[in-house]
């Protein structure tokens, strides 16, 4: 499959992507949490040879035995058992996507900077095995410290804007290492948490691909960098015509998060899956999480009573303990009463929506349409239809491309 997926994109007039010692097609799916991209969703993207990546945070939830041991407890001394489960399930996890894998591809390790275990997470892929540690949600400066007895695994941080290509390039420079790549990821098209400084931000002209890869390539050879640095747009894609267009403007790749998410090997449940796919453009909305960023969302029942109380919620922001005891957020609106923050407890609405939970969960998704509209299809026909522009023949005739 990854051979003929290969041919495909070849023939199609794609450039392969060059990574890790491997030619891959130019397709990188984004790592979901909580555990909507796990296993078995990374390991099928990775058998197609392309990047399939585990997102790391709370993936006890796919492990009965681990949430049996965990799920009831509670205080402070809940937190080592709790951070310790975690780990177990996060090294599971990278050992089943690499066997679903049998050894194509790429497997990516995604750990946001703003969680509290980062640093363990981040040990945790290394020690494990994966290809690649991806890195959001801040600027990772101290990367290539943690990864510093692992030179051949891939480091790649995600940014939005060329000035934040550089920070990290000139930093880690100093450190011996470079980028193995860099996903460029557009806040005002993207899913999840967003690189911009606030809602108001995400239409800042900075963020477009045609201004921020060409941008980046012009400094790659101001600096004097010899080694390419591939770099993978995010956000907005879903045509082998944009496969296309951001080749031609400098990009090696692309990466998919939500047209992933609702792809029949997706880590989710189907009712999450369904929400994904029926939502509508007006649907999906823009908002603060409790980690301060922008974030992008579908307005489900909970997220739309939510918005209506939020200036309410954020006027009696207060102090408070947390609940969840675990590997959350470094620093969160609701637990430290910051007024401007989101006041919900995130990883509980994401693990609500995991199980497809429309009345009280919180469902990430990116702004566009999907590939298939509304229909849940498997990793190889949405990978089909990237690389060489192929429709399901259960859907000929009723694409709007």
Request: net charge neutral; with cysteine; proline share 5%.
């Given at each position: 499959m990854a051979a003929a997926?290969?041919?495909?994109?070849?023939?199609?007039?794609?450039?392969?992507?060059?990574?890790?010692?491997?030619?891959?097609?130019?397709?990188?799916?984004?790592?979901?949490?909580?555990?909507?991209?796990a296993s078995r969703l990374a390991g099928t993207v990775a058998g197609c040879g392309g990047v399939g990546t585990i997102s790391s945070v709370d993936l006890r939830r796919h492990h009965p035995d681990l949430m049996a041991q965990t799920e009831k407890l509670s205080g402070p001394q809940a937190r080592a058992p709790i951070d310790a489960a975690n780990l177990v399930a996060l090294d599971r996890e990278i050992a089943q996507a690499r066997k679903i894998s049998g050894g194509r591809g790429l497997i990516a390790v995604n750990v946001m900077k703003a969680?509290?275990?980062?640093?363990?997470?981040?040990?945790?892929?290394?020690?494990?095995?994966?290809?690649?540690i991806v890195v959001g949600a801040g600027l990772p400066l101290d990367l290539?410290?943690?990864?510093?007895d692992?030179?051949?695994?891939?480091?790649?941080?995600?940014?939005?804007?060329?000035?934040?290509?550089?920070?990290?390039?000139?930093?880690?420079?100093?450190?011996g290492r470079l980028p193995d790549a860099i996903v460029i990821e557009h806040p005002r098209l993207a899913g999840g948490h967003l690189g911009a400084a606030n809602v108001a931000d995400l239409n800042n002209p900075r963020f477009d691909f045609d201004v921020v890869i060409?941008?980046?390539?012009?400094?790659?050879?101001?600096?004097?960098?010899?080694?390419?640095?591939?770099?993978?747009?995010?956000?907005?894609?879903?045509?082998?015509?944009?496969?296309?267009?951001?080749?031609?403007?400098?990009?090696?790749?692309?990466?998919l998060g939500t047209a992933?998410?609702?792809?029949?090997?997706?880590?989710?449940?189907?009712?999450?899956k369904k929400v994904l796919a029926d939502a509508k453009p007006e649907d999906v909305v823009e908002f603060t999480s409790v980690a301060g960023l922008p974030a992008r969302g579908v307005r489900t029942l909970w997220l739309d009573k939510y918005l209506?109380?939020?200036?309410?919620?954020?006027?009696?922001?207060?102090?408070?303990?947390?609940?969840?005891?675990?590997?959350?957020?470094?620093?969160?609106?609701?637990?430290?009463?910051?007024?401007?923050?989101?006041?919900f407890c995130i990883d509980r609405m994401l693990g609500l929506a995991l199980s497809g939970d429309l009345g009280k969960g919180l469902f990430f998704r990116g702004a566009g349409a999907l590939p298939f509209g509304a229909q849940i299809r498997p990793v190889h026909d949405l990978m089909q239809w990237l690389l060489g522009g192929?429709?399901?023949?259960?859907?000929?005739?009723?694409m709007a491309v």
């Open positions: 997926l290969g041919i495909l994109a070849h023939d199609s007039g794609l450039r392969p992507l060059r990574l890790g010692g491997k030619t891959l097609v130019p397709v990188v799916q984004g790592g979901m949490g909580v555990g909507v991209s969680v509290s275990a980062y640093e363990a997470y981040v040990r945790q892929s290394l020690e494990s095995g994966a290809d690649a290539p410290d943690l990864a510093r692992h030179p051949d695994t891939l480091l790649i941080p995600i940014l939005s804007d060329a000035r934040g290509v550089q920070v990290i390039v000139r930093k880690w420079e100093k450190k060409p941008q980046a390539l012009a400094f790659f050879k101001a600096a004097g960098i010899e080694r390419d640095i591939p770099l993978i747009a995010a956000g907005g894609i879903r045509t082998h015509a944009d496969l296309l267009r951001l080749q031609g403007l400098g990009a090696s790749a692309v990466q992933f998410a609702v792809t029949c090997e997706c880590d989710a449940s189907p009712a999450f209506r109380l939020e200036n309410r919620l954020q006027d009696h922001a207060h102090v408070q303990r947390c609940s969840m005891w675990f590997d959350c957020l470094s620093h969160c609106g609701l637990r430290e009463g910051k007024a401007a923050w989101g006041q192929i429709v399901p023949a259960t859907l000929a005739g009723e």
